[in-house]
Structure formats: structure tokens, C-alpha cells
């Protein structure tokens, strides 16, 4: 049992259909995928009938853009039920404030380079959660910037002079909607530093009183001093441990699986949820 629990397809900012994605992730030897794409679960039909086609088990989730005390948290949920949960409105609702702020940022940048919103509409296709990659993905088709990294170390960091926040909701709250829906959550890669500021402890606790059902430890993104600090506090907490790989496809050097999820914490996580069904796990 091999799961890779955080992976991105073209319904966000991955640049893979699910299908591709979860033909891959077979091939690779996995024996299961949690499709995590931002602020959509867009993709979950299509994941459902490739992994059946593949004979690899799907866990159907999305990653909840939050932030708290002005810090940008990313909250995975899985196996939630969809269907008139208030974690739907609040998610559609980003979406939409997405298009707004990611064309505010296109319009800044573009006083200076050249690439347009309808570039970037092009490029993130109609139906994927529209966001920062893509506008990183039309800077590197001008011949801007190289890769999306590039792009994201310069033109589009949260501390450069072209960003616009996201109006989105507190952590706290993305935790009690994930659980009236039936779902779990994680809290995705709490130490990225690297990306920007992280949750203090005082933030932590107060996440893990509201609820909070998992730590995703094992990420690229932690250093690996802090896993093990992670990792403690999940013990001491009695949170369950996830690690997974935040695959993008071709849109950031993860590799699928480079980090996988132990087989008790999945069976963990799934007892936790009420929601829709893992399927072949
Ligand atoms: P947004 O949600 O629009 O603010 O964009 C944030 C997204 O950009 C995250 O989901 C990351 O997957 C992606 N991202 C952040 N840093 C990088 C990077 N250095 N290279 C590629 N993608 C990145
Ligand atoms: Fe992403
Ligand atoms: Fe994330
Ligand atoms: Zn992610």
C-alpha cells in the first residue's frame, strides 16, 4: 500500500488531466492517489472513472485556501460530501474572487511585461481553479521567465510589488465546514517557509483545538527539521501523519510519490470521514 495523498491536475494548477495523472501514478507503482486541486473538486468524476480504469484507488479531496492572522494556510480535505455543504459555497465563492485577483495582478504586471488576461483565461482552460501557475505559465509562453519557479521568485511572490492577497476564509472555519461535510482535514504543508510566513505554534494550537484531524508531515516543502518536530506534535496531539508529493505535473519539479502516506494513517483518516467513499483503497 502505497498512497500519495496531495496531487494537482488540470482542474487546478496541474497540467494533467486526472486520467493522465492517475494512469501515471499506476504505472509508477502506487496503489493509491488523493486528488487534492485547489478550491475545486471539478476533477473528482473523471478521477473516479480513470482510477477505476487504472485498478488504483482514488481518495476524492481539495486543497482549502485559508489564511490566518494574514498568513496563507493551505487545508486538505478529504472524502467530504459536496452536495449542498457550506464548504461548496465557500469554495465556489473563492473561485470567483480568484478570477477578480488574478486579473489585478495580470493587470499590474502587464504595465511592465507583456502578457494580457485573455492569455492567461487561454491557458487555464474554462474549467480549472484560476490562480498564480497559470499566470506564471503565460509570463514563461512571452518569454518572460523560464519556469514557473522563476516566476515565482520574482513577478509573483507574496512579498513582490504585483501581489493580491485572496479573500478567503480562516482556517478555524475551513476546519468545522470540512467536518459538517463530512470530511477530514490536514493541514498541508504547515513548515513551508520557503513560500512565504508559516502558522506560529500559537496558530497550530488553535487549529488542532478547532479540530483538526492531520498533519502533513512528510512534504518537500518541511524542512526536515521541522518534520520532526511535526511529527512530535502530532503524537502529542493524537493527529494523524500524511505525506504525499503536492504534484503538479510539469508545473513544479515534485515527483509523484516522492513522499507517501503510511497505511494506518490512511485507514485513520478514512474512519474520520462520513462523506463519500475512498474508492478501491
Ligand atoms: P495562488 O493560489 O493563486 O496564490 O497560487 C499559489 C499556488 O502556486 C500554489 O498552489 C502552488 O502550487 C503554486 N506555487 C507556489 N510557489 C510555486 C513555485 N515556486 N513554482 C510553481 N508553483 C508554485
Ligand atoms: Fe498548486
Ligand atoms: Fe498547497
Ligand atoms: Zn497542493
Request: hydrophobic residues 40%; contains cysteine; negative net charge.
Amino acid at each position: 500500500m502505497t498512497a500519495d495523498l496531495h496531487t494537482h491536475s488540470r482542474f487546478s494548477d496541474g497540467t494533467q488531466s486526472p486520467a493522465e495523472l492517475l494512469a501515471e501514478a499506476a504505472a509508477s507503482g502506487l496503489s493509491a492517489v488523493g486528488l487534492t486541486d485547489h478550491d475545486t473538486t471539478a476533477g473528482w468524476h473523471a478521477g473516479a472513472c480513470a482510477a477505476a480504469a487504472e485498478g488504483i484507488g482514488l481518495v476524492r479531496g481539495m486543497e482549502v485556501s485559508c489564511r490566518w492572522e494574514g498568513i496563507s494556510v493551505h487545508m486538505l480535505c478529504y472524502l467530504h460530501e459536496p452536495e449542498g455543504a457550506e464548504i461548496t459555497a465557500t469554495i465556489t465563492a473563492a473561485r470567483e474572487a480568484r478570477v477578480v485577483r488574478s486579473r489585478t495582478i495580470v493587470e499590474r504586471i502587464a504595465e511592465d511585461h507583456p502578457v494580457s488576461w485573455a492569455d492567461v483565461l487561454e491557458i487555464a482552460g474554462p474549467e480549472a481553479t484560476i490562480g498564480r501557475p497559470h499566470i506564471a505559465d503565460a509570463l514563461v509562453r512571452a518569454g518572460v521567465v523560464p519556469d514557473r519557479t522563476a516566476a515565482f521568485a520574482d513577478l509573483l511572490a507574496s512579498r513582490g510589488r504585483y501581489y493580491v492577497p485572496l479573500p478567503v476564509i480562516s482556517p478555524l472555519d475551513a476546519v468545522r465546514m470540512i467536518h459538517e461535510a463530512g470530511g477530514a482535514a490536514v493541514f498541508a504543508h504547515p513548515r513551508a517557509s520557503a513560500r512565504g510566513m508559516v502558522v506560529p505554534m500559537r496558530g497550530m494550537r488553535e487549529i488542532i483545538e478547532a479540530g483538526l484531524d492531520g498533519l502533513e508531515v512528510d512534504h518537500r516543502d518541511n524542512p526536515p527539521d521541522e518534520r520532526v518536530r511535526l511529527r512530535r506534535l502530532a503524537q502529542e496531539s493524537g493527529l494523524l501523519v500524511t505525506g504525499s508529493s503536492d504534484y503538479h505535473g510539469a508545473g513544479k519539479p515534485n515527483r509523484l510519490g516522492e513522499h507517501t502516506t503510511a497505511r494506518d494513517q490512511l485507514m485513520r483518516l478514512i474512519e474520520r470521514t462520513d462523506g463519500v467513499p475512498a474508492l478501491g483503497v
